[in-house]
């Protein structure tokens, strides 16, 4: 079994910061790229920010310059650094792993998601 937990969400005011968190952990042999991705209300899910193994790094138009990916491939966790924040942003935030387990192939785990409110 694989699980993803993300955490650091809340209510934030416009031009703040957070930093989200998601750990993965189980029967995990090799985690391979990270990604971060959000759905508004209303709306589909969207990419925001991808991470290899090797730490390179890419991101979609809207986060470009305010968002941040990293990883700490010794503690299977990723995060995203989040700053200027907008009422824009406010969405559900989910982790995506491309992981191996002990048991099978290379596959695509997705944390329950945490939700990130920008307001005054």
């Known amino acids: 079994q694989v699980q993803l937990v993300e955490s650091g969400g809340g209510l934030v005011q416009p031009g703040g910061s957070l930093r989200l968190s998601c750990s993965a952990s189980?029967?995990?042999?090799?985690?391979?790229?990270m990604e971060w991705h959000r759905q508004a209300p209303g709306k589909e899910r969207e990419f925001i920010a991808h991470i290899g193994r090797a730490g390179n790094t890419y991101y979609a138009d809207s986060a470009k310059g305010r968002f941040t990916i990293s990883r700490d491939n010794a503690e299977n966790t990723v995060y995203l650094q989040m700053n200027s924040l907008k009422a824009v942003d406010t969405a559900v935030y989910y982790c995506?792993?491309?992981?191996?387990?002990?048991?099978?192939?290379?596959?695509?785990?997705w944390g329950q998601g945490t939700q990130v409110a920008v307001s005054s």
């Open positions: 995506r792993a491309n992981l191996r387990t002990f048991r099978g192939p290379d596959d695509d785990y």
């Open positions: 189980g029967d995990i042999l090799r985690i391979n790229h």
